[in-house]
């Protein structure tokens, strides 16, 4: 393994951007079969190791039965499963069978799962079965649904059994050989929201790998004798990316906790399992200050690293003197994964600039734009944060699917540049600073919440006219959504149709995106072309 970064860039892409890569194959079988991928904590502390020759042989027996199910290399298999062991052996298995991954969410109610496997198009969606009830037909899913469910956890009705069908399977069955599909072949679709229309498609192809693996390294700087963990949830890029493909890519054993966050708890797993590199966003760390239990003396915490949103000084101040390490800002998006990060690698890791995100990684160019054109903006001049497509050997992404215009808005006119759609300046050495969203996507605790997907909920109301929603400050979760609505005449808002809207959304749109605080407005300010002005509403 080279250790100049330009020529393990090179080396990435020689393994990953083939005619024939196979993920499974890239992910699970050339690494060692009693080497572990994964330790799986449940949240009394109990714990399992996953070898990749346990993983092999099981994700072998669940492709056979997805072939057996109809799939094809190609087709589209979704999850709706929390992080588990069920859910490592579920999407090697989609992989192998050469077929692409969709997640969903397991905060994301009906309607918006619905969105996601007809717009993909799913053949089968494998859930855990604390969420079937939210693939029950009704007014959201057609009860002759396309695609069919597999329940993991325990099936109780007419769906097919997770383990029964992976235990009735022969993992030497050729039907469940790892399917060589080549570098350019998508292997997850994800979908990513804006401020207007439906969420858009974000084809991942086999080749992506490669950019994820260099993140590992460059960015992360996890090493063979770590114990990695990434808390981040795996129904969202970040964790998708990098607590699931990135470290399998690398072959490095990760921590995967099979319950949901507590502050006790994270604490609890890092001095018990002795985590030396930890990555999160930074509500993760925030709400570790939060907490008023001191700070286990036993941690050894080598690497801290954080994603999603803007981290503030406060919260690396506060890592510094209480984790012993300070924690890192990495900056990057659904359509590339990371791309401008302080580095930990040594040869790339340098002071922290505060309020700084980094400097490109090996393998990306990126510039920061004027607004006006497309020439490259002076030093502390604010513009628009843009990747050199011709200048970033790692880039991977291509286009949104089937969506030509939104691709389109993109990129700049001669192809050059991606427009990231977030602004920013870089200072004289080249350290990059963000600045805002030249949209108004709301990044809550790490997770990217598009207003229209919300507004499109609330004026589902009876009583709604307009609504318009924003993020708002919070000290804890670094925005929060609250929405401005304007009602029909003769109707009065009250605490009562706040709770009646809040839990609309919750129902049909998704349990985390519900605004804190609902504002009864007569009218919305608009442009003159019928735009709502949505940083007068953010003003107050």
Not at 21 to 35: F, I, Q
Not at 504 to 518: C, G, N, S
Request: hydrophobic share 45%.
């Amino acid at each position: 393994m080279s250790t100049d970064p330009t020529a393990r860039v090179r080396e990435l892409l020689d393994q990953y951007d083939t005619p024939h890569a196979s993920a499974a194959e890239l992910l699970c079988d050339r690494h060692p079969a009693d080497g572990v991928a994964f330790t799986v904590v449940e949240a009394d502390l109990s714990s399992v190791d996953l070898t990749y020759g346990h993983l092999r042989e099981q994700s072998a027996r669940f492709a056979a039965a997805l072939a057996d199910l109809g799939v094809e290399p190609g087709d589209n298999v979704a999850t709706l499963m929390g992080k588990s062991a069920d859910l490592v052996v579920a999407l090697l298995g989609i992989w192998r069978r050469g077929a692409v991954h969709v997640p969903l969410f397991t905060a994301f109610a009906s309607p918006a799962i619905a969105f996601r496997l007809t717009a993909s198009g799913a053949k089968v969606v494998v859930s855990d079965a604390n969420q079937l009830d939210k693939l029950a037909p009704g007014e959201d899913i057609p009860a002759d649904a396309a695609w069919q469910v597999i329940v993991a956890g325990g099936a109780a009705g007419d769906e097919l059994d997770f383990d029964a069908l992976v235990a009735a399977q022969d993992a030497e069955d050729p039907k469940g050989a790892a399917q060589a599909v080549g570098g350019n072949a998508p292997m997850v679709q994800l979908f990513t929201s804006g401020t207007t229309g439906t969420p858009k498609g974000v084809p991942v192809p086999v080749r992506a790998l490669a950019s994820f693996h260099a993140y590992q390294e460059f960015g992360l700087d996890v090493r063979q004798d770590d114990v990695f963990w990434n808390a981040a949830d795996p129904g969202w890029a970040y964790g998708l990316y990098y607590a699931l493909l990135g470290p399998l890519a690398a072959g490095t054993r990760s921590i995967l906790l099979h319950a949901g966050f507590s502050a006790p708890l994270t604490w609890q797993i890092i001095e018990k399992f002795g985590v030396t590199n930890f990555a999160a966003a930074p509500t993760v760390y925030r709400s570790l200050r939060a907490d008023k239990a001191p700070v286990p003396e036993g941690i050894s915490l080598r690497r801290a690293s954080s994603a999603g949103e803007p981290l503030t000084p406060d919260v690396v101040a506060w890592s510094k003197n209480s984790l012993g390490v300070e924690v890192r800002d990495h900056y990057g998006q659904t359509e590339h994964g990371m791309f401008i990060v302080n580095a930990w690698a040594d040869g790339l890791r340098g002071d922290v600039r505060p309020g700084s995100m980094g400097r490109p990684l090996p393998g990306w160019s990126a510039a920061v734009l004027e607004d006006n054109s497309d020439d490259i903006a002076p030093a502390r001049t604010q513009g628009r944060v843009a990747i050199d497509t011709h200048n970033s050997p790692l880039m991977w992404f291509t286009g949104y699917v089937d969506a030509p215009e939104k691709t389109k808005q993109r990129f700049s006119e001669d192809g050059r540049w991606y427009i990231t759609g977030d602004a920013g300046m870089t200072d004289e050495d080249g350290f990059f600073f963000f600045s805002s969203r030249d949209d108004d996507v709301i990044i809550m605790a790490g997770y990217r919440i598009g207003p229209f997907d919300v507004e499109s909920v609330l004026v589902m109301h009876e009583h709604v006219i307009e609504a318009a929603v924003v993020g708002m400050p919070d000290e804890l979760r670094g925005e929060v959504l609250e929405a401005f609505v304007v009602l029909r005449e003769g109707v009065d808002g009250d605490d009562e149709l706040e709770k009646e809207l809040q839990t609309l959304v919750k129902k049909k749109f998704a349990a985390h995106a519900y605004p804190r605080t609902v504002h009864f407005v007569p009218n919305l300010p608009k442009t003159p072309s019928g735009k709502v002005q949505r940083y007068i509403l953010r003003k107050g």
